[in-house]
């Protein structure tokens, strides 16, 4: 089991930037790539960027150029870097970890406003 803890939602203003964290815990050897998620009521849940191991990211094309993806393995942390927020980055953030057994983990969510 893993579990995850995401911190660092807040409203802010449009072109303002946030920095959101994810601890993991429990069986993190398991991890083997963590990323970040978005949902807003109504529609499915996208993937917002993501990380392997070995530092390969992936980004959706929404958000390349404004956020970035970091992690520090020995510590089972990942973080998101938001930079120029737009109101329709508005939505409910959840990290994510897959396991090498193809089962994905997900923490609570963490709440981001951006007001025009």
Known sequence: QVQLVE???????????????????????????????R???????????SITGGGSTNYADSVKGRFTISADNAKKMVYLQL????????????CAADSFTLIRYWGQGTQVTVSS
């Open 39 to 49: 949902q807003v009521p109504g529609k499915q849940r996208e993937l917002v960027a």
């Open 83 to 94: 930079n120029s927020l737009k109101p329709d980055d508005t939505a409910v953030y959840y």
């Open 7 to 37: 911190s660092g939602g807040d409203l802010v203003q449009a072109g303002g930037s946030l920095r959101l964290s994810c601890a993991a815990s429990g069986s993190r050897s398991t991890i083997n790539t963590m990323g970040w998620y």
